[in-house]
């Protein structure tokens, strides 16, 4: 079905204009109170198709600050709706990228671009148009709005593109935009621009908080509890996890071997925490401090167990692969133990953590302290055996133990293994 624009050039006018002003508030009050960027997508382009402006087709290009891709596109179609895709970090830019009609824009610094389907040379040097042009597409028009300054001095690199959107706008109807339609769509970029800047703020901020001081702590933070010395007592199972032979693994190999290797076993044990229902508080060299953190207490210390029964599966295959392959590899040990944390801001004026102080953490450091004298990569504490005791059969008691700086003996526990090596 195409779209007509309205026939009377001074009525069209007039309507461009009322559909500006109150599109723009519509995205204005979108940014405020922090929509998804694809439903301020989907609201935009409806609305611009029930305004009577002949759009196809629309794509949105942002860049990310996230350690997994380094750009987001949008695409929405008339008849789809809006579609979403993760561009990974490339050291060198696609051959899809480099050939597309916004890297010309970037590279040329151009203001905007406006090309025609039709043409035979523009499908030549655009693959894109070649497809927009079999879809129906009659025009093509784009612009780029930066969040940061561009000048003569400062150009734009697509290779590595500044924080911003790049818009494409396609039309099927024939003879494509008018002029007005250009105009609406150029009036409309800058409060389009603040609405996204707006929403991707904050999900940039929500994403680092969660990868940096993981899902809860960085949940609360971004609430408001970012006052130093805001402490919240907590239940909790503390999980202290410790590569072995670190520093003589450090000594025979190069740096970037060995931040491969912690990057591939932590990457197995981040993901069984968040799997079973643990945060991950920080890294600290070759350890890992996460919490497993409920109301009921009997099922956080099953779900921290049962965790640390499937690592060690897990870590024994990492470790396999890893030795087939000829790449450096090592064993862990890991401790478990329950009891009240303090939980939240410590440090300085100027640089805070978000972490867990108490002495329920100091036993489990000594606990972890244990996995050498007695041979064993896992040891929970009585506490929280006696939370899982009758709902599993492989726990067995390692005896009791007078702990440095624990003031009561401790009776320790490990989970039997037939294939346990040591």
């Known amino acids: 079905m195409v779209i007509k624009t309205l026939a009377n050039p001074r009525q069209n006018s007039l309507d461009k204009e009322t559909i500006v002003s109150e599109l723009a508030n519509w995205l204005i009050a979108r940014g405020l109170e922090g929509t998804s960027r694809e439903e301020l997508l989907e609201g935009y382009c409806s609305r611009l198709v029930a ?11 942002q860049r990310a600050l996230h350690p997994e891709f380094g750009s987001l596109g949008f695409d929405w179609y008339r008849d789809k709706g809006v579609m979403r895709e993760q561009f990974s970090h490339q050291e060198t830019p696609a051959e899809r990228w480099i050939k597309s009609p916004l890297y010309h824009l970037m590279a040329k610094n151009l203001d905007q671009l406006r090309l025609s389907p039709a043409d035979d040379e523009t499908r030549k040097r655009f693959p894109l148009l070649q497809d927009l042009q079999e879809a129906g597409s009659t025009d093509y028009f784009a612009v780029l709005t930066s969040f940061t300054k561009i000048s003569i001095n400062n150009p734009i690199d697509p290779a590595n593109p500044p924080e911003g959107i790049a818009m494409s706008w396609t039309s099927d109807a024939p003879g494509g935009f008018s002029d007005a339609d250009i105009s609406a769509l150029r009036a409309l ?62 000594e025979k190999h190069p740096p970037e071997t060995i931040i491969s290797m912690l ?117 929970i504490s009585s506490r929280v055996a006696a939370a899982v005791t009758g709902h599993r059969d492989d726990l067995v008691s390692l005896g009791r133990y007078m702990l440095r700086g624990v003031p009561e003996p401790q009776e320790l526990f490990t989970l039997y293994s037939p294939h346990q090596k040591g």
């Open 189 to 250: 970029v800058a409060p389009l621009g603040l609405a996204l800047k707006a929403i991707s703020d904050r999900q940039t901020g929500q994403d680092l908080l969660k990868i940096y001081l993981g899902a809860d702590a960085g949940g609360r933070v971004l609430s408001g509890e970012i006052q130093r010395g805001s402490l919240q007592t907590i239940d909790a199972v503390v999980w202290y996890f410790d590569l072995q032979g670190f520093t003589r693994l450090s």
């Open 263 to 379: 990057n591939d076993y932590f990457g197995s044990v981040v993901s069984i925490v968040d799997k079973f229902g643990g945060n991950v508080l920080k890294f600290m060299g070759d350890g890992l401090l996460a919490i497993f953190s409920l109301d009921d207490q009997k099922h956080a210390s099953r779900s921290a167990v049962e965790a640390a029964h499937v690592l060690r599966g897990v870590i024994e295959e990492v470790s396999e692969r890893r030795e087939a392959a000829g790449m450096p590899f090592t064993g862990y040990t890991l401790a478990l133990h329950s009891g009240g944390v303090l939980y939240g801001n410590i440090g300085g004026e100027n640089r805070l953590d978000f972490t867990i102080i108490g002495p329920a953490v100091n036993t489990t450091s000594r606990i972890l302290g244990m996995c050498g004298p007695l041979e064993q990569e896992l040891i």
């Open 51 to 61: 305004a009577g402006l002949p759009v196809q087709r629309v794509h949105m290009a």
